[in-house]
């Protein structure tokens, strides 16, 4: 699931398994908060802890579900029939199933060739999400049919069997039945063992309108008038593989769709809201190459006749992987050929990538417990990656990659001899072979991989998962005649600062090292298992630089001495230090000067090396980090000089670049203008802001409609230096846009307007009907990151309005990703007290986590400010005096 990037050459320069090795990748992605994607704030987890949590008894399970429901979608309710083929393993006068918001009307067990018994009693633990349905007499060990009739609501939380608001092309306002089931809330939609090893096949069928649209994990098997009533149709489908009750999936609605066949044969469709049927295309060829490309590099054939993926108004998560049925947030699928920007097409191809890996990687083989989560969604988010260079070489999705996911992840981490890409792909078959329609844990993924290979894959990987956190590598380095000796040592990175605690932690790290006299190519590469090593590099010159974590791809940061810094600065500004490199050791620079290893102004002068960079992967890393900066300085008095600071580091590539796309430009080229613009503007650059304004001018009077790549960095401009006018006219065109893509892209951008009654309308808006539920969380924390003053308003808002947010996102991801976007921005040490206090007296069970990560990021931010304040304001009236000549 995805809550919401490199070359072939890149690809192939990597260490160990081609691509970023799959086993630390895996391990990082589980850990990156990322743009997407949720892990976790899992159902599992939302659960007040109030006593221990106990698995489901073992003594009943499925062997196969057999459900009717039939929704009703003015009402709101559903009835549904659930006859269960069973296992009784154990003598028992109880059955207990998860079971939640869903009563149960009548309950039987008939065991096989015996007779029916009646329950005469259902016990429900709400707070446990359980029902204890009890038996007059004891139930034999044996099989048998479990039957339950019941009622449940579509609640409109976006979880479970919900409801989703729609308009149809003539304006009317529709209701269509969704689910969304992962973690733990297909309970919701009916009574089941709700635990991802308990598997079992479904025969599921839909009483619908006869005029919907009816979908399901299969493909239709039957579709016949409905006895009772003749505007309905009975749809059945086809049984479905064993299956994990989190990936059940069903959706009720009015929808176009376009298809085409895999070159396997599988039947791809993709389902779009009436009318929009063109937007499905491109979609539609991502997961027709997508399919024959898993096929082959796992070879195990997808298991499922079908394939949907359907864009759903009302969505949560950015998609979910139910087997045979992906949904998607209609951003996260739908492009349209004139007015949907590069970075939305390049958002398709990683999700719909992501999704489909899940249905090998997730659902024919499932976690065990959601403990070992992380291995299907780090394993998906690494694969997402080879899939979307397999289809679009030319986004350079790798290295993109290693800022999108790679730097995320060590963020979030750090609070508190090689074998080929053939052996892991073996591996990958062995595991998925030897547990198709099963469970595993994450060291049966260590053993297959190990047994492929021949290395000690499980000992190595140990050392990363069962223990906090990565390592620091400090490196220095000396000249003996020819040769030159690297001194290396290793301890725990840690946020706050060097680790202070006994018995540091020590990791096996794989590193790799290259000098400038061969930069794409390890001159060396060592496995460091010890807290010290030294190291010889034979035949480098005095005047060579030598650089660690060749490809950015090792999971560990690196410090260098000042002297081989220093000599790494030219391989910035001359570009030879490849790009991913460059990305990586600025990336380190900025992580090092947050946790007060180094000062912030040393990584201000690397920047500044940055004047030639022309890769837009580079540039959205320098960039993500100065807006941290410019956050955290937007406290003191002198927020005005890190503006200028980015106007310096920005106007030579803005000049470069133009506004105009230049004959023979790309998919990157775009993703850079339209970065390096909004930067400038956003900034107060005079002639940016003054053309955004003209061009903003045409667009609004029909004159010359802008590009979809320029109408984010132009909306922000003029909101960022616009009045109420501005404001009112953005919200015209919010009011007037037929794509939800364009919505969002206003929705995002609002809170950047800049006057205290302006920022307080679009709070006020983002509660509205005119936004989506699950948008409401990025206008408001668009507020929060716009502005001093906005992160103030933003706060208050959310407490004065927290009974609404927290029954409208309960127990989601969403109540997680509200809290972030909203307080991390603080960096004053009272503030962390006070965020802690509210939500003492305001529990949000399932963002117990972001919370404690948040107080502990805003105390971070606020002893950065003290520590480096004063010698970052005199760098800046420093370079104002004498303007550097680089």
Request: net charge negative; with cysteine; charged share 25%.
């Amino acid at each position: 699931m995805w809550l919401a990037a490199a070359a072939p050459s890149l690809a192939r320069r990597l260490l160990f398994l081609g691509p970023p090795p799959p086993p630390l990748l895996l391990l990082l992605l589980s850990r990156s908060s990322r743009r997407r994607h949720r892990l976790h704030s899992l159902g599992l987890a939302a659960m007040p802890e109030k006593r221990p949590f106990e698995r489901l008894p073992a003594d009943v399970s499925p062997i196969n579900y057999s459900l009717c429901l039939k929704p009703d979608l003015l009402d709101f309710t559903f009835e549904g029939k659930l006859e269960a083929a069973a296992q009784v393993r154990q003598a028992t006068n109880q059955i207990v199933m998860n079971c939640a918001d869903i009563d149960i009307i009548t309950a039987s067990y008939a065991p096989e060739g015996d007779e029916e018994i009646h329950a005469t009693g259902f016990n429900y633990q709400n707070e446990d999400e359980k029902v204890t349905l009890s038996f007059p007499s004891t139930l034999q060990t044996g099989t048998g049919t479990l039957k339950i009739d019941f009622v449940g609501e579509l609640n409109d939380k976006m979880k479970g069997f919900y409801r989703s608001k729609y308009t149809t092309p003539s304006g009317e306002v529709r209701y269509a039945a969704v689910t969304q089931f992962e973690a733990t809330d297909a309970r919701r939609a009916f009574p089941c063992w709700d635990e991802p090893a308990i598997k079992a096949t479904f025969d599921i069928s839909l009483v619908v309108p006869k005029d919907r649209v009816a979908l399901s994990n299969m493909n239709v098997i039957d579709r016949k008038p409905y006895p009772d009533d003749e505007n309905l149709v009975e749809v059945k489908f086809a049984r479905t593989p064993v299956m994990s009750t989190y990936l059940v999936a069903f959706v009720v609605g009015e929808y176009d769709f376009v298809e085409t066949r895999s070159k396997d044969g599988v039947c791809v469709r993709v389902y779009t809201p009436v009318g929009k049927a063109e937007q499905g295309k491109f979609a539609l060829e991502v997961a027709a190459k997508t399919l024959p490309f898993y096929k082959d590099y796992f070879n195990v054939p997808y298991p499922l006749p079908k394939i949907d993926l359907i864009a759903i108004a009302d969505f949560a998560a950015g998609a979910m992987e139910n087997w045979g049925l992906v949904t998607y947030r209609e951003t996260a699928l739908l492009i349209d050929p004139k007015n949907s920007c590069s970075s939305s097409r390049q958002w398709v191809a990683l999700v719909v990538g992501h999704e489909l890996a899940h249905q090998w990687f997730g659902n024919l083989v499932t976690m065990e417990w959601w403990t070992h989560l992380w291995l299907n969604e780090g394993f998906a988010s690494w694969i997402e990656y080879l899939c979307v260079d397999h289809c679009f070489p030319e986004y350079d999705i790798w290295t993109q990659f290693v800022s999108a996911d790679y730097t995320r992840a060590q963020e979030l981490d750090a609070l508190d001899n090689s074998h080929p890409i053939e052996d892991f792909k073996k591996g990958m078959n062995m595991y998925l072979t030897k547990f198709q329609q099963k469970n595993a844990a994450t060291e049966d993924l260590w053993e297959s991989l190990e047994n492929a290979s021949g290395k000690p894959i499980a000992a190595v990987m140990n050392t990363w998962t069962k223990q906090m956190g990565f390592p620091l590598i400090y490196v220095e380095a000396e000249q003996v005649e020819d040769d030159r000796l690297l001194r290396l040592s290793q301890k725990k990175f840690c946020a706050s600062g060097s680790y202070v605690g006994e018995d540091c932690p020590q990791w096996m790290v794989p590193i790799t090292i290259s000098t400038s006299e061969d930069p794409n190519q390890a001159k060396l590469k060592i496995l460091m298992d010890k807290p010290e090593m030294n190291v010889v590099l034979k035949n480098v010159k005095p005047d060579q630089w030598v650089k660690l974590n060749l490809g950015t791809v090792g999971f560990y940061r690196t410090q260098y001495s000042s002297a081989m810094l220093e000599s790494l600065l030219p391989g910035i500004r001359d570009l030879s230090l490849p790009p991913v490199d460059r990305l990586g050791l600025q990336n380190d620079l900025f992580s090092l000067a947050r946790a007060g290893i180094i000062s912030t102004v040393e990584v201000l002068k690397v920047m500044e090396a940055f004047v030639n960079e022309p890769n837009y992967t580079v540039w959205s890393d320098l960039s993500c980090n100065l807006g941290i900066l410019s956050t955290l300085l937007s406290h003191t008095d002198f927020y005005e000089e890190i503006q200028e600071f980015v106007k310096d580091v920005f106007s030579p590539i803005g000049e470069r670049l133009g506004w105009d796309p230049k004959p023979g430009e790309g998919h990157l080229d775009a993703l850079l203008r339209g970065l390096v613009l909004g930067k400038l503007g956003k900034a107060g650059h005079k002639a940016t802001l003054e053309e955004a304004r003209r061009r903003f001018k045409d667009h609004v009077e029909g004159k010359q409609i802008l590009s979809a790549d320029l109408r984010s960095p132009v909306y922000l401009t003029v909101l960022k230096h616009g009045d109420g006018t501005t404001l009112d006219i953005m919200l015209k065109l919010h009011k007037q846009a037929d794509m939800q893509e364009e919505k969002n892209r206003i929705e995002r951008v609002l809170g950047a307007t800049p006057l205290p009654d302006l920022i307080q309308k679009v709070l006020t808006f983002a509660l509205s009907e005119e936004v989506r539920p699950q948008d409401t969380v990025s206008v408001i924390g668009g507020v929060a990151g716009g502005s001093k003053h906005g992160r103030k308003a933003a706060w208050k808002f959310i407490k004065d309005n927290w009974e609404e947010l927290y029954n409208r996102y309960q127990g989601g991801f969403l109540i997680s990703r509200l809290i972030k976007l909203s307080v991390e921005g603080f960096a004053v040490d009272k503030m962390a007290g006070e965020v802690k206090a509210f939500f003492e007296s305001h529990p949000a069970p399932s963002a117990e986590r972001t919370i404690q990560q948040c107080c502990e990021n805003i105390l971070l931010n606020a002893a950065w400010l003290k520590r480096d304040a004063e010698s970052i304001h005199q760098y800046l009236l420093q370079r104002k005096a004498s303007p550097p000549t680089v």
